[in-house]
């Protein structure tokens, strides 16, 4: 099945967001969450559902390599029709998975109910009633109750011009450890239906927020939407309130406390276990009942908003980054040291350590994005346009031809035996190793990685000494290992790797 280069792009995970609409002092003019919203009549339901379902069919007839249309789920919050799952048998109740029957490499508890899923894109736009549903101002335009229509045609975006589609191809495995690295990234990958139902849930959980935050957008970030994504990947969410920045400990709470408080009391049928975290950058984790993902929900992480579209970019202009990604991620959990919580290491950070890496070899397979593109990757940019950036970058040519095994010892050797973790920082933004920064939030750290937008350190979780070692033990050991087996199952053991999560 051939598939284009940026897909699952677009405006997906991305609700339409007007560039400069008013925010009058309304942030925090709350409407109580007990307050009987007006219900949705079945005329408007009616025609929600068959905007989306004429959205998919529109998408099917684009897109050569789809031969049925398959009509996506129906998920609906709050006060609106009852929500339906899937009619495919369900796997999973909870948190607890009952049967391991069909996916390998299982190194992280599953969701959903099969890795043959429908391929088909839910387009992303929101479909809202005409009329309000609570009472505002007279006076304050809201986005809330403006009817947006679809551009299917945007689904799959080209990446020049509209007459010429990439396709996306994974790179040929010509030895044992290359296949085995494919091998695990095809069966580990998040698949489009694992996307659909995180995007069926963002759609749902905006609509219920705006009765609250009228001006407000729901961004789905992170693994998610980046191109690193597993079939077990939690979502993340950005819920953007204003266009200036937000204090994460007064207002970025406050507005979470009232979030939870919807979930918990009107959206209780829906979502359960929301927990309000408090965070350098709080968030409230829950579960959606109907697609089973786990979800955080931050307020106003614009860095995450940009990074997400940086590394979606990363991701697709070499067909290699992406398989050496997911299987540096899937063996640093196996080994421990994936868990920021836990004082290890981000996902986040590894990606980051994975393109630093291809940007520093000899003949590097990636290029510094942020140099060679500073316009299309400026701070500044408005939300809006950000997730169009990925379609106007063409694929990096690189004149390295190493293959998946030999990156993968690569990567290995360079954090083992070559990178100074002393005085050296990872820096994507620059491509290159730069000379530890003196500021006092890098003084004593073991790890040091830029965040490519605001410049802090990824990898601050790293606090401890012990922690630090562990990780470069594990690397080493990696590396002396698999320089001389080339066997991905001696550092990365599939059965083991499924006792384990």
């Not at 406050?254 to 009107?266: A, D, G, I």
């Not at 030999?406 to 491509?431: P, T």
Request: hydrophobic content about 35%; glycine content about 4%.
């Amino acid at each position: 099945m051939k598939r284009s280069m940026f897909r699952n792009s677009s405006s997906l995970g991305c609700p339409p967001f007007p560039p400069k609409y008013q925010q009058q002092n309304i942030f925090f003019n709350k409407i109580p969450i007990n307050m009987p919203s007006t219900l949705l009549s079945n005329q408007q339901i009616t025609e929600a559902q068959v905007n989306i379902q004429n959205a998919v069919l529109s998408r099917a007839l684009l897109n050569a390599n789809l031969a049925t249309a398959v009509t996506p789920q129906t998920l609906t919050y709050g006060n609106g029709s009852p929500a339906h799952t899937s009619p495919a048998p369900v796997s999973f109740r909870g948190r607890k998975r009952l049967s391991d029957q069909s996916v390998p490499y299982d190194t992280k508890r599953q969701r959903f109910d099969s890795l043959h899923c429908e391929t088909t894109i839910v387009n992303q736009v929101v479909p809202l009633p005409e009329e309000p549903t609570c009472s505002f101002p007279s006076s304050i335009p809201s986005p809330l109750f403006t009817r947006y229509l679809p551009d299917v045609t945007a689904c799959v975006p080209p990446l020049q011009d509209s007459s010429s589609v990439t396709e996306i191809t994974l790179p040929v495995a010509k030895d044992k450890l290359s296949q085995q690295v494919l091998e695990l990234f095809q069966v580990c990958q998040q698949q489009t239906c694992d996307l659909n139902k995180k995007e069926l849930c963002r759609i749902g959980i905006q609509r219920e927020i705006q009765r609250i935050f009228p001006q407000s957008r729901l961004f789905l970030v992170g693994s998610s939407l980046n191109g690193f994504g597993t079939r077990s990947s939690d979502g993340d969410l950005c819920l953007v309130v204003k266009d200036e920045p937000v204090n994460q400990k007064t207002e970025a709470r406050h507005v979470l406390s009232l979030v939870q408080k919807l979930f918990s009391t009107k959206l209780s049928c829906y979502i359960e276990r929301p927990q309000l975290i408090r965070a350098k950058v709080p968030i409230v984790k829950f579960r959606d009942k109907v697609s089973g993902v786990e979800f955080d929900l931050n307020v106003n992480n614009i860095v995450g908003i940009r990074n997400t579209f940086l590394l979606r970019t990363y991701a697709y202009i070499e067909k290699r980054v992406r398989p050496l990604v997911l299987v540096v991620k899937k063996w640093a959990s196996f080994h421990d040291i994936n868990d920021a919580s836990r004082g290890t290491l981000s996902s986040y950070s590894l990606v980051l350590m994975v393109l630093h890496y291809l940007q520093t070899l000899p003949e590097p397979i990636l290029p510094s994005l942020q140099k060679n593109y500073p316009e299309l990757f400026d701070p500044a940019m408005q939300l809006h346009v950000i997730h169009q950036v990925p379609c106007t970058i063409p694929p990096y040519l690189s004149k390295n031809e190493s293959s998946l095994g030999d990156l993968l010892i690569g990567f290995f050797k360079y954090y083992a035996m070559e990178f100074d973790w002393s005085h050296q920082m990872i820096s994507v933004r620059e491509g290159k190793a730069l000379p530890r920064p003196d500021g006092v939030a890098w003084r004593n750290k073991f790890i040091c990685i830029e965040e490519p937008f605001d410049g802090t350190n990824t990898a601050r979780a790293v606090h401890e000494k012990q922690k630090f070692d562990c990780i470069k033990d594990e690397l080493l050991k990696s590396w002396q290992i698999l320089q001389i087996k080339r066997n991905l199952n001696c550092i990365l053991p599939v059965r083991g790797s499924r006792r384990k999560k």
